[in-house]
């Protein structure tokens, strides 16, 4: 259990994990109006 907890939160994760919210905050923040493109399938 503790190997996968180290795997899990390796470096590289982090970063892409820090990298992914990173992009979808931007993406949330930089529509003008409410996010109509997260409804579409509804």
Excluded: H, K
């Amino acid at each position: 259990m503790r190997r996968l907890i180290a795997v899990v939160f390796a470096r590289e994760n982090r970063i892409a994990f820090g990298l992914c919210l990173l992009i979808i905050a931007l993406l949330v923040l930089t529509t003008d109006s409410a996010p109509t493109w997260i409804y579409q399938g509804f």
